[in-house]
């Protein structure tokens, strides 16, 4: 009779997920697992189910539960596949494709995610070949001097005085205040865009100040409860905090979040939690938004990086197209370059531990694990830490640490001071 009613439950699911009620359908597929926890079915349609909100590591999971009780169930091995696409996990999503056309080598869906795996695994290889051993930042090598404002552009002039030492570039950037950021909205509205020499300046700076800041930024707000002794690097000021999770490139959500939550001001800060570009056709907007107002409050905005902040993320979802259209590759790449020099995380008041990828799957991270992330490798540590943000490394602690921070989603809260 359990087993009748665990079927029930996951025609019931079946249903759910076919009218896309997928809390619905995922709480059906569990209650059905806790009646027969060895059919391998529930399994795979709730990793369906998970796939559909995007939640990549709970339907692997599933996919590997099921498979450990029928490890003939290419269905399984198919969804796991897709999640492990979702995630840049190429090689591994292609030895589970790979498995399924040993079985059924025509299998049309299968065929052509084994090939796209294939092809970005070949140009995978081929980017590592022509890789030199020197690099040089493209914030680092812009000649302000030679790029010209376009005739196009009817908007407040900014005076960019830039200074090299010891190879990298600083910037002093005059006029860009708070008649700037209006216009730079009202420009962003009418489908307008900020002219390319802005843009590197703007970049530029915000990597200048983001480079200062600790892998994991502590935030506090004045309250009574602040004795004396602050920690190092510990930032206090602000009555107010939210933070605030995915925008994903949707400018007039940003607009709208400020007009319900208030604008930034030095009591009022504001934590983007990462996520901020791909998926929305306004990433590169979004992303000027916010580094605007990071020169203007330097102390009140804080940005963390997600797993979208990566070169390989915005070339599947969207912000290296829109950004080379907008702009040019090497605005995107200074993008690029800005994003890894993002805080991984952020600790408020002390006692809110806040990243975008949520938990860690080790118990035993600490917060001096967290802090002592170098953000800024050598040549060698940089081409391991690419290998890190692309998921690859499974047996590397400072892999899994990239994974839980980046990864996972988070949600919006306010914070007031008590």
């Known amino acids: 009779m359990t087993k009748e009613e665990a079927i029930k439950l996951k025609d019931q699911g079946n249903a759910y997920l076919k009218d896309h009620k997928f809390d619905q359908a995922i709480e059906s597929y569990t209650e059905a697992i806790k009646l027969d926890p060895k059919n391998a079915i529930f399994y795979s349609n709730r990793a369906q189910v998970h796939i559909k909100l995007e939640n990549y590591g709970l339907a692997i999971q599933d996919c590997d539960s099921a498979i450990s009780i029928d490890s ?12 492990l696409m979702a995630i840049l996990q190429y090689k591994q999503a292609q030895q589970n494709f790979k498995f399924i056309l040993n079985k059924l080598p025509n299998d049309k869906l299968t065929l052509e995610n084994y090939k796209q795996c294939t092809n970005y695994l070949k140009r995978q290889a081929f980017e590592k070949a022509i890789a030199g051993t020197d690099h040089t930042l493209v914030i680092n090598s812009v000649d302000y001097q030679s790029i010209q404002i376009e005739k196009s552009w009817e908007g407040p002039d900014l005076e960019i005085i830039p200074t090299k030492k010891n190879g990298e570039i600083t910037v002093e950037i005059n006029g860009l205040n708070h ?6 909205i009202k420009l962003f509205k009418q489908g307008g865009k900020l002219p390319k020499k802005h843009v590197f300046a703007i970049i530029t700076k915000v990597y200048e100040l983001i480079k200062k800041e600790q892998t994991m930024t502590e935030i506090t707000l004045n309250h009574s409860k602040i004795n004396d002794k602050l920690n190092d690097d510990e930032i206090i000021g602000g009555k107010k905090l939210t933070v605030v999770g995915d925008t994903h490139g949707q400018f007039y959500d940003l ?27 306004w990433s590169c907007e979004v992303a000027l938004y916010l580094y605007v107002l990071k020169i203007l409050y330097p102390f009140s905005i804080f940005i963390n990086r997600g797993n979208h902040e990566t070169s390989d993320m915005n070339k599947t979802y969207g912000f290296t197209d829109e ?17 890894g020099a993002l805080p991984l995380a952020s600790l408020i008041n002390r006692e809110y531990l806040c990243m975008h990828g949520g938990l860690f799957s080790n118990d035993k991270v600490s917060l001096k694990d967290i802090k002592s992330i170098n953000r800024f490798p050598s040549m060698v540590q940089l081409n391991l830490q690419k290998k890190v943000l692309r998921w690859n490394y499974y047996g590397s602690i400072l892999k899994k640490l ?14 007031v001071s008590i």
């Open 72 to 83: 003939n169930f290419l269905k399984a091995y198919y969804r796991k596949g897709v999640s």
């Open 179 to 184: 008649d700037y950021l209006k216009y730079m």
């Open 255 to 281: 607009l709208n979040l400020f007009s319900k939550f208030g604008f930034v001001s030095n009591d009022h800060i504001y934590l983007f939690n990462g996520d901020f570009v791909d998926r929305g056709s």
């Open 323 to 339: 950004c080379e259209y907008k702009y040019s590759k090497k605005i995107f790449e200074a993008f690029s370059e800005s994003f």
């Open 402 to 415: 990239m994974v839980d921070l980046l990864q996972r989603e988070v949600l919006v809260c306010n914070l």
